[in-house]
C-alpha cells in the first residue's frame, strides 16, 4: 500500500516514514473525526449563532437620515432610492423660514444590491448600518426591494458592537 | 464439521418450484435492500469524517430515507439518449453492470445452510461473474459515442485487468487452504482459525483488488470526475444511471461478502459468541467491510493512472504470487 514513485526531499521524508504509516495516519484522522460530534448547524431548525458584526443585511435607522442622497450617489448599481420633500417652518420667535427635508421614500432593492457596505462607510449620521438578518428572500424579483418599515425593523436586532481587541486603537470621533 | 449440503429452504419446502421461487425472491430482497443500507451507511459516515452530518431530512428520522427518495427521483427524470448514441448497447449496459452482482449474491452463504445454491465450483463463479460487470462500463462508454465516456471506460477495462490477477491469486491461497471451491466449505474450513490470520497480506491485497474492481476512490480513475466528468456514466440519466449507481453499491456488498467468506469466516461467530446465529454475523461483516471501503474514500486522493497500474503489477502480483508459493509449501509439508 505503499505510493509509488517518490522524487526529491519529499519522498525521503516518507521513506524515514516507512511504508504505509502515512496511510495509517490519513485513516486514523478520518476515524478520529468521525467519532467527534459534527460542526453541522441545522439552520431551519436551529438558527446560527452569528458574530455581532454579521454583514446580513443594510438596515436604516430613518430618525437619523438626513436625506443628504449620499448614499445613493455612492451606490456602485443604484439600488437605493430615496424620494424626499422639503418642508419649511416658521420660527415662532419670528425671522427667516427654516427649511427640512422630510423622508418620503426609502427603499433598497436587494436583487441589485451587491452588499459592497459603501452606503453604510459613506453615511455621516450612521443611519445606515450593518445588521445579522438575513432571511428576507422572496418568490418574486420585484418584492426584492425592501422598503423603510422593513429597513427600520432590521435595526432592532444589530447587536452591540463586541469589545475592542487589547491594544487596539481607539475609535475615531469617541463614539457617537 | 456440520457440513450442510443442501439449502434450508430445500429442506422446509420439498416442491422444488416454490424453494426456488423462495430463494429467488429473498436473494432479489437482500440485493436491493442490503445496498441501500450501504448507501445510506455512506452517506452518513462520510459525512461524519468530513465534521458534517449528511442527510437529516427524508424519512424524519436522521435521514434514513434519503435514497429512496433520490430513487424516487431518478425514477421521475427523463431518460435522454444521445443522438450519436448506439441506442440498444447503450441501454443494456446498465443491466449488464447490475445483473452479474445479483447472480453472485445467489452463491453467498448466510449460514450453515443458509444459501440460495451451493455450487462446487463457488468462488469460481464468483471471480467470473464479477468481471462482467466491467463489460456493462465497457458497453456504456463505447455505445455514449462520447469521448470522457470512452475514455472513462477504457480505463475501468485497463484496471480490471490489472486488479483480477491479484485479486484472484488471493482468493486461490485461501481456496487453497481449504482445500474446496465451495464457498461454505471454504467457510467450513475456517472452524479453527480464520484465514485472515495465515493469510493476511493476501487479505490485504484482497480488499485492496476489489476497491479498485468496483472503481472505488482511492482507485477511482475511470470516474475521475475533475478528469473525465463521470467516465463511462457521463451521458446516462435517470433510471439507467440509478442502476450504475446501484451496481456499484450491489458490488461493494458482494465483494464485501466475499472477502469475509475467503478470509473472515464468513457465517462463523468468534469464539465465545455462537449463540448469535450465523446470518447476523455474516452480514456484520459485510457491513464491516463495506466500512471500510467507505473509510479509504474518506481517507485518500485518488491514484494517478500509471500509478495504479504500476502498483498492481509491480507491488500486488509479486507479493501475491511469494505469499501462494509459501502457502503452497506449507500446505505440501502439513500433508
Same mark, same amino acid.
Given at each position: 500500500?505503499?505510493?509509488?514513485?517518490?522524487?526529491?526531499?519529499?519522498?525521503?521524508?516518507?521513506?524515514?516514514?516507512?511504508?504505509?504509516?502515512?496511510?495509517?495516519?490519513?485513516?486514523?484522522?478520518?476515524?478520529?473525526?468521525?467519532?467527534?460530534?459534527?460542526?453541522?448547524?441545522?439552520?431551519?431548525?436551529?438558527?446560527?449563532?452569528?458574530?455581532?458584526?454579521?454583514?446580513?443585511?443594510?438596515?436604516?435607522?430613518?430618525? $437619523?437620515?438626513?436625506?443628504?442622497?449620499?448614499?445613493?450617489?455612492?451606490?456602485?448599481?443604484?439600488?437605493?432610492?430615496?424620494?424626499?420633500?422639503?418642508?419649511?417652518?416658521?420660527?415662532?420667535?419670528?425671522?427667516?423660514?427654516?427649511?427640512?427635508?422630510?423622508?418620503?421614500?426609502?427603499?433598497?432593492?436587494?436583487?441589485?444590491?451587491?452588499?459592497?457596505?459603501?452606503?453604510?462607510?459613506?453615511?455621516?449620521?450612521?443611519?445606515?448600518?450593518?445588521?445579522?438578518?438575513?432571511?428576507?428572500?422572496?418568490?418574486?424579483?420585484?418584492?426584492?426591494?425592501?422598503?423603510?418599515?422593513?429597513?427600520?425593523?432590521?435595526?432592532?436586532?444589530?447587536?452591540?458592537?463586541?469589545?475592542?481587541?487589547?491594544?487596539?486603537?481607539?475609535?475615531?470621533?469617541?463614539?457617537? | 464439521?456440520?457440513?450442510?449440503?443442501?439449502?434450508?429452504?430445500?429442506?422446509?419446502?420439498?416442491?422444488?418450484?416454490?424453494?426456488?421461487?423462495?430463494?429467488?425472491?429473498?436473494?432479489?430482497?437482500?440485493?436491493?435492500?442490503?445496498?441501500?443500507?450501504?448507501?445510506?451507511?455512506?452517506?452518513?459516515?462520510?459525512?461524519?469524517?468530513?465534521?458534517?452530518?449528511?442527510?437529516?431530512? %427524508?424519512?424524519?428520522?436522521?435521514?434514513?430515507?434519503?435514497?429512496?427518495?433520490?430513487?424516487?427521483?431518478?425514477?421521475?427524470?427523463?431518460? /435522454?439518449?444521445? %443522438?450519436?448514441?448506439?441506442?440498444?448497447?447503450?441501454?443494456?449496459?446498465?443491466?449488464?453492470?447490475?445483473?452479474?452482482?445479483?447472480?453472485?449474491?445467489? /452463491?453467498?452463504?448466510?449460514?450453515?445452510? *443458509?444459501?440460495?445454491? $451451493?455450487?462446487?465450483?463457488?468462488?469460481?463463479?464468483?471471480?467470473?461473474?464479477?468481471?462482467?460487470?466491467?463489460?456493462?462500463?465497457?458497453?456504456?462508454?463505447?455505445?455514449?459515442?462520447?469521448?470522457?465516456?470512452?475514455?472513462?471506460?477504457?480505463?475501468?477495462?485497463?484496471?480490471?485487468?490489472?486488479?483480477?490477477?491479484?485479486?484472484?491469486?488471493? %482468493?486461490?491461497?485461501?481456496?487453497?487452504?481449504?482445500?474446496?471451491?465451495?464457498?461454505?466449505?471454504?467457510?467450513?474450513?475456517?472452524?479453527?482459525?480464520?484465514?485472515?490470520?495465515?493469510?493476511?497480506?493476501?487479505?490485504?491485497?484482497?480488499?485492496?483488488?476489489?476497491?479498485?474492481?468496483?472503481?472505488?476512490?482511492?482507485?477511482?480513475?475511470?470516474?475521475?470526475?475533475?478528469?473525465?466528468?463521470?467516465?463511462?456514466?457521463?451521458?446516462?440519466?435517470?433510471?439507467?444511471?440509478?442502476?450504475?449507481?446501484?451496481?456499484?453499491?450491489?458490488?461493494?456488498?458482494?465483494?464485501?461478502?466475499?472477502?469475509?467468506?475467503?478470509?473472515?469466516?464468513?457465517?462463523?461467530?468468534?469464539?465465545?459468541?455462537?449463540?448469535?446465529?450465523?446470518?447476523?454475523?455474516?452480514?456484520?461483516?459485510?457491513?464491516?467491510?463495506?466500512?471500510?471501503?467507505?473509510?479509504?474514500?474518506?481517507?485518500?486522493?485518488?491514484?494517478?493512472?500509471?500509478?495504479?497500474?504500476?502498483?498492481?503489477? *509491480?507491488?500486488? /502480483?509479486?507479493?501475491?504470487?511469494?505469499?501462494?508459493?509459501?502457502?503452497?509449501?506449507?500446505?505440501?509439508?502439513?500433508?
Amino acid at each position: 500500500m505503499a505510493t509509488t514513485e517518490t522524487r526529491g526531499p519529499e519522498g525521503d521524508a516518507q521513506k524515514e516514514q516507512g511504508i504505509g504509516l502515512g496511510l495509517l495516519q490519513g485513516l486514523s484522522v478520518t476515524l478520529r473525526t468521525m467519532l467527534k460530534r459534527s460542526v453541522t448547524v441545522q439552520y431551519p431548525h436551529v438558527k446560527p449563532d452569528l458574530p455581532a458584526r454579521t454583514r446580513g443585511v443594510i438596515a436604516l435607522k430613518e430618525a $437619523n437620515c438626513t436625506v443628504c442622497y449620499k448614499c445613493s450617489r455612492e451606490c456602485p448599481d443604484w439600488c437605493i432610492y430615496i424620494d424626499a420633500h422639503k418642508e419649511t417652518h416658521e420660527p415662532a420667535g419670528g425671522g427667516r423660514a427654516r427649511s427640512a427635508k422630510i423622508l418620503d421614500r426609502f427603499a433598497i432593492d436587494f436583487a441589485l444590491c451587491m452588499y459592497c457596505g459603501i452606503c453604510v462607510e459613506v453615511c455621516p449620521f450612521d443611519a445606515l448600518f450593518w445588521s445579522p438578518e438575513f432571511e428576507y428572500s422572496e418568490y418574486d424579483i420585484n418584492d426584492m426591494v425592501h422598503e423603510r418599515d422593513r429597513l427600520e425593523e432590521w435595526t432592532y436586532t444589530v447587536l452591540p458592537p463586541p469589545a475592542l481587541e487589547e491594544g487596539a486603537e481607539p475609535p475615531e470621533g469617541g463614539g457617537s | 464439521m456440520i457440513l450442510a449440503q443442501t439449502s434450508a429452504v430445500d429442506t422446509t419446502f420439498s416442491n422444488y418450484w416454490v424453494a426456488l421461487v423462495i430463494k429467488a425472491a429473498v436473494v432479489l430482497i437482500i440485493f436491493l435492500v442490503v445496498p441501500l443500507a450501504v448507501g445510506y451507511m455512506e452517506h452518513k459516515v462520510l459525512a461524519h469524517m468530513q465534521a458534517r452530518l449528511g442527510p437529516m431530512e %427524508a424519512g424524519g428520522f436522521h435521514g434514513w430515507a434519503q435514497l429512496m427518495a433520490d430513487g424516487a427521483k431518478f425514477i421521475q427524470k427523463e431518460d /435522454v439518449v444521445p %443522438a450519436a448514441a448506439d441506442r440498444a448497447v447503450f441501454s443494456i449496459a446498465p443491466g449488464v453492470a447490475l445483473v452479474p452482482y445479483l447472480v453472485v449474491l445467489v /452463491v453467498i452463504p448466510f449460514g450453515g445452510d *443458509i444459501f440460495a445454491l $451451493n455450487l462446487d465450483i463457488g468462488i469460481f463463479f464468483v471471480l467470473a461473474m464479477s468481471s462482467i460487470g466491467v463489460l456493462g462500463v465497457l458497453m456504456a462508454g463505447w455505445s455514449s459515442a462520447n469521448k470522457f465516456s470512452l475514455m472513462g471506460a477504457l480505463r475501468a477495462a485497463a484496471q480490471l485487468i490489472a486488479y483480477e490477477l491479484p485479486l484472484v491469486l488471493a %482468493a486461490a491461497a485461501a481456496v487453497m487452504l481449504a482445500g474446496t471451491l465451495s464457498l461454505v466449505g471454504i467457510v467450513e474450513a475456517q472452524q479453527n482459525i480464520w484465514y485472515v490470520i495465515p493469510l493476511f497480506p493476501l487479505f490485504l491485497v484482497f480488499m485492496v483488488a476489489a476497491v479498485a474492481e468496483l472503481t472505488r476512490p482511492p482507485f477511482d480513475m475511470p470516474v475521475a470526475d475533475s478528469e473525465i466528468i463521470f467516465g463511462a456514466y457521463t451521458e446516462y440519466t435517470g433510471l439507467k444511471f440509478a442502476f450504475f449507481l446501484l451496481s456499484e453499491y450491489g458490488g461493494i456488498v458482494v465483494m464485501s461478502a466475499v472477502a469475509s467468506v475467503l478470509f473472515l469466516g464468513g457465517f462463523l461467530p468468534l469464539p465465545g459468541l455462537s449463540l448469535i446465529p450465523g446470518p447476523i454475523w455474516m452480514f456484520g461483516k459485510i457491513f464491516a467491510l463495506s466500512f471500510v471501503i467507505v473509510w479509504l474514500r474518506a481517507t485518500f486522493p485518488r491514484l494517478r493512472e500509471d500509478q495504479l497500474q504500476r502498483f498492481a503489477w *509491480i507491488k500486488l /502480483v509479486p507479493v501475491t504470487l511469494l505469499w501462494i508459493l509459501g502457502v503452497a509449501f506449507v500446505k505440501v509439508a502439513t500433508g
